[in-house]
């Protein structure tokens, strides 16, 4: 490593940082990355792209009702914030005036470039503005796009378990690959590399949580070098610890996503009205760059960007950023405490929380944080015995939100959290009472907001990506739905409680069925059980948690499958595209459907699902969890 000072050299249309490791080059006054010199290579960044195609930041916007523009975001001037041998900060800003009205995205965009003495990499972060009385939009999108060298970066890691040698993206233009039922996934038939060919390329396989997309990025083999994108927090990202981001895929292309509609849709596009003025701070994620000797392992360098991306998480918060936006450690706060469970049907003890998911964010109903898409939020893990620490939140108010794996439902603590620099609340035993009415009289799942404990069947063999062959993850395969009509092709699925089993005979997917005339039918799913003795006077209470719904409906009807009228209708439900992009789970959605004794009898009943909305494929429900409870006992 060199220790060398950072240097900084202004030229007429670009910016040099130079710090004796690398060498970054950007456009003046744009801000583009144009140039990533390093380990002897003039350019990682994808030297047959236009300047403007390399690295950059982007957004996808729109005016209420119109349709989204893509704006790659380009700044109007150019200011040196830091320049010091420790550290160079670059600013590049474009302000908004209404002479643009309807021309580029209402906001003051400021963003950010760092590089520091002695760092294999360099950090961005940007600060967007939108003030009082600006005119109203939406944000779709928004992230940070580095497109690298197709002639070196061939070999994609998004985990230990997704890594592999990809394919090229000219193996996606026409005459090589056939686009199968959506324009992301193809299925190569003449790729340069034999070994890719009849194999499904398609970037939402490589998606990941939130809570586990820390690092990813690509290997060049000749030299060995790694490009490694790091976010250190997840504090600006909207949606909670479990939505879902696109991270790298073939171009080859390294995103860092910030807001994103996949697998959520419009629920997670922060929508500004009536002149809402907002702030907010996107990142500072770590360009993580490293390399070893010819002749060693490559694969070395994904260890050590795991170890790197560990120290970046215990720097967080950095101190190092020139912006009064950005928070530095003492300017924030923590909150601690004990989240107990309390389900009489389970226990008479308050049994900890383990493993719970404890978080603040914005103020708002049960569960509206999985919704939350304009400030910012703070999760943690409880540990076995529901104990939970959170670090490093932000001055402001929040409510405290959790789910607890193994229960249904969502905590809120009533009382608003008030975090002042510096402080340190406590807030002691706090108690959920999950939803529950009366016994369990059978259950269906594992109440984890996920199908993955489902049914997920081989793909067709033509239609696999060797990855997820025998994987953890092989929901993640394409066209999983279309097996549905194979198993089923006359009648639909039939779950008997007490002698079916959910992990072979519940399919991961409520699908329409694919019929002779390549149009599409709804299907009615029944579950079968028998009840010894009925209470005709008193409610007997189904939950339905859902893990995934795509502009889905839930009819729910007990006994009678032909009834005109449901017991219960979902309406409309589901934006998430979960189905389609191999998701497992996309926004939780809890129901809970009295039925009254006078419609059960005893000896056999049935319960009937219907998702009867079928004009696309990707249309359905996942369920994470059902379950029949009895009447209310003392």
Not at 170 to 199: I, M, Y
Not at 335 to 352: A, C, H, N, Q
Not at 524 to 547: E, G, H, N
Request: proline share 6%; with cysteine.
């Amino acid at each position: 490593m060199s220790s060398r000072g950072v240097r900084l050299q202004i030229r007429d249309h670009h910016v040099v940082v130079d710090n004796g490791i690398l060498q970054l080059t950007l456009s003046k006054p744009d801000g583009i990355i144009t140039g990533i010199h390093y380990n002897g290579v003039d350019n990682l960044l994808e030297v047959l792209n236009p300047e403007s195609n390399r690295g950059y930041w982007d957004i996808v916007w729109n005016s209420p009702g119109s349709q989204g523009i893509f704006d790659v975001i380009k700044g109007s001037s150019f200011r040196v914030i830091v320049e010091n041998e420790e550290q160079v900060e670059l600013s590049f800003t474009r302000m908004w005036d209404p002479s643009l009205e309807g021309k580029v995205v209402p906001l003051n965009i400021d963003k950010r470039f760092i590089v520091l003495r002695g760092s294999s990499g360099f950090y961005s972060y940007a600060i967007y503005e939108h003030l009082k009385d600006w005119p109203d939009f939406d944000i779709g999108e928004t992230r940070i796009t580095f497109k690298l060298r197709k002639d070196k970066f061939q070999y994609m890691a998004v985990a230990d378990n997704r890594q592999r040698l990809m394919p090229l993206p000219d193996d996606r233009l026409s005459g090589r690959c056939q686009t199968l039922g959506f324009p992301e996934a193809v299925l190569l038939t003449n790729p340069k590399n034999p070994e890719h060919r009849d194999e499904v390329d398609d970037k939402y396989q490589y998606s990941c949580e939130n809570k586990d997309l820390k690092v990813h990025g690509w290997i060049s083999n000749n030299p060995p070098i790694g490009f490694w994108q790091i976010t250190p927090s997840d504090e600006f990202r909207s949606g909670g610890p479990h939505k879902q981001s696109l991270t790298s895929h073939v171009g080859p292309t390294t995103l860092a996503i910030f807001l994103s509609t996949h697998y959520a849709g419009q629920d997670l596009v922060p929508k500004f009205r009536n002149g809402e003025p907002w702030k907010k701070v996107f990142g500072p994620v770590f360009l993580y760059l490293n390399s070893t000797k010819a002749g060693d392992d490559p694969f070395w360098l994904w260890e050590d960007a795991k170890i790197q991306m560990m120290a970046e998480v215990q720097s967080w918060p950095y101190s190092f950023p020139a912006s009064d936006n950005f928070p530095k450690l003492d300017q924030r706060g923590t909150i601690s405490g004990r989240l107990l469970v309390f389900d009489r049907y389970m226990s008479r003890d308050y049994l900890p929380a383990s493993g719970a998911f404890v978080g603040l964010s914005a103020p708002g109903e049960v569960g509206s944080w999985q919704r939350e898409c304009k400030g910012y939020q703070f999760w943690t893990r409880a540990d076995d015995r529901g104990y939970f620490i959170i670090n490093h939140v932000h001055i402001g108010q929040y409510n405290l939100y959790a789910w607890v794996p193994g229960f249904i439902g969502d905590y809120r603590c009533d009382a608003l959290i008030n975090i002042s620099q510096g402080s340190s609340i406590e807030l002691g035993n706090l108690v959920y009472e999950p939803p529950r009415d009366g016994p369990t009289l059978w259950e269906i799942g594992i109440p984890d907001r996920s199908a993955s404990e489902f049914y997920i069947p081989d793909p067709n063999p033509m239609h696999i990506n060797k990855l997820f062959v025998n994987h953890p993850e092989r929901f993640r395969q394409y066209g999983l739905w279309e097996r549905y009509a194979e198993l089923y092709p006359d009648e639909d699925l039939v779950y008997t409680v007490g002698t079916s089993d959910y992990s072979k005979d519940w399919f991961f997917a409520q699908v329409p069925r694919k019929t002779n005339n390549n149009s599409h039918q709804g299907t009615t799913w029944k579950i079968a059980f028998k009840l010894d003795r009925v209470d005709r006077k008193s409610r007997y209470m189904l939950r339905v948690a859902i893990a995934s719904a795509t502009l889905a409906e839930l009819q729910v009807r007990v006994n009678d499958p032909s009834s005109k009228r449901p017991l219960f209708t979902s309406g409309l439900i589901g934006r998430d595209n979960s189905i389609a992009r191999h998701g497992i789970h996309g926004i939780y959605w809890l129901y809970s459907v009295g039925i009254a004794g006078l419609h059960l009898v005893e000896g056999d009943n049935a319960i009937f699902f219907t998702q009867p909305r079928c004009t696309s494929p990707f249309q359905g429900i996942m369920y994470d969890y059902i379950r029949l409870e009895g009447p209310s006992t003392n």
